[in-house]
């Protein structure tokens, strides 16, 4: 199933989503309007995950239909087999924009495995990411179903909605400071020094989604 219950969280990236969303959205839709320069007529609606909604994620159809988009060029079955990213939010706006949400505590968070798919999901992966990292210009050699899967998903169902749908979508990175339960990073340079360390291992430094991938810093002291 693509709607995934979860338990409030307690600790770690999870805790901290779900309180910005629940209790605290205004500092995220701050943050998300001024890197977007959105009017304040254009509302931000968050869908995921939501207390009254068993703080769910979601993944593969039922986020696109929770999204309430429809990619009629190139459908999300036909690009990428189940068992797709588990997005930590979704958002969308009145004017139609949505926001697929990634968030981090702890920098180690950020190095994924490999996909761990079998043949026949692998090569459609494969498929799916190279195509993506051709688009990007991306010269690097590196594998990207490997080392940093997590965030190179994530950019591939950003360039499935964005390009091959014309669907105005957004990859939304949200990393927490001062998680000292969870020895993350206390200032923003940290954070930018790691995402600038990953774009270069991928090749993607300057790409032709960089002005949809919003990174955002939001302090837990904030949250409490």
């Not at 990236?13 to 205004?26: C, F």
């Not at 994530?154 to 499935?160: E, I, K, P, T």
Request: proline share 5%; charged share 25%; net charge neutral.
């Amino acid at each position: 199933m693509g709607r995934l219950p979860q338990k409030q969280g307690h600790k770690g990236s999870q805790k901290w989503i779900q309180r910005l969303v629940n209790d605290s959205p205004r500092i995220i839709n701050s943050l998300m309007r001024q890197n977007l320069q959105l009017p304040d007529s254009d509302k931000i609606k968050w869908l995921s995950p939501l207390a009254d909604d068993d703080y769910a994620e979601y993944r593969d159809q039922a986020f696109i239909d929770l999204l309430d988009i429809k990619p009629f060029k190139v459908k999300l079955s036909d690009y990428w087999p189940r068992g797709g990213p588990v997005w930590d939010g979704l958002a969308k706006s009145d004017s139609d924009k949505v926001f697929l949400v990634e968030a981090k505590a702890h920098i180690p968070e950020m190095v994924s495995g490999s996909t761990g798919a079998g043949p026949g999901s692998l090569k459609q992966i494969q498929k799916s990411l190279a195509a993506t990292k051709n688009y990007l210009g991306s010269k690097s050699s590196n594998d990207w179903s490997s080392t940093f899967y997590q965030y190179t998903n994530r950019l591939a169902h950003l360039y499935l909605l964005r390009v091959l749908n014309d669907i105005p979508a957004y990859l939304v990175f949200v990393y927490f400071l001062n998680d000292h339960e969870m020895d993350g990073p206390t200032t923003t340079e940290e954070w930018q020094g790691a995402v600038e360390l990953l774009h270069t291992y991928l090749g993607i430094r300057k790409n032709r989604l960089s002005k949809f991938i919003i990174d955002v810093c939001v302090d837990v002291r904030d949250l409490w």
